[in-house]
């Protein structure tokens, strides 16, 4: 067999990542994590994380991101910060390409490069970005102190970061497309006893207007044809997520539709030796504890794919 220069790399370092990384390094394999910017993925900017067993009061996101982090280091996982340019995943040496015109070898690859947030794509949403038009409440939500916003989306997501935001705002108006929240009930009983949340039903953006200083309102429709404005200085976004595959051979990978890997229960991909996990694969939940589990999985299965070849 060709000779490579790690047994695994693993791309992405959110909580999938992570976790694998953890496992591999734990199980003595001669790894490598490879992450474009800091470890801990979109849970760097989540508020709050109430629902990770055993933080039995909750934890920040980034909190939790740096244990996740310290707990991999401990067992010496080997981490390299650079962006991926390309993957060549097929055949029994894997290569990862890097934008300083490196290239790495492997025998085994977990893609863990998540996913990132969904956008409206309506008129004025790409000029107002920072000026108004927010993904992230955790980042921007100071900013808008005692001022009236808008999120828009009815998941968890969406849910969880309204809440976050009245800690600042005067008032949060949710716009959700349906007549009911995604969410899980114990957010949406949250939700619905705040009384700087309000809400509007049947209704989506079609507009996001502003001036010099930034967003000042929103167009909206409802679904009975009717519309009307919204006077607003923020607009956060929480509409679900894009995956991260721009890096990836999607000649080579099945996906969905949407562009997500597809693996089988042991985060098999349909190329021999590379596995995904996280938020790239095509599942319907994407949570911080399913992905990590992923992680856990797609690791067990490389090292069994490994001894298989050995």
Known sequence: MQQAEYQLIIVGGGPAGLTAGL???????KALLVEKGAT???VLVTDWVD???????GISGFELMDRMTAHADRFGLEKKFANVTALDLEGPVKKVHLEDDATLTARTVILCTGARPSKLGVPGEEELVGRGVSYCATCDGPFYRDQEIAVV???NTAIQEALHLTKFARKVTVIHRRDQLRATRILQEKAFANDKIHFLWNARVTAIVGGKDGVERLEISFTDTSSTTLAVTGIFIFIGVVPNNEVLPLDQLQTDEAGFIITDTEMRTNLDGVFAAGDI???NFRQIINAAGEGATAELSAEHYLGSQA
């Open 281 to 283: 694969r095509s599942k």
């Open 23 to 29: 496992y591999a390094a734990r199980g003595r394999l």
């Open 153 to 155: 989306g009815g998941g």
């Open 51 to 57: 629902n990770y067993p055993g933080f039995v009061e």
């Open 40 to 42: 801990g993925g979109q």
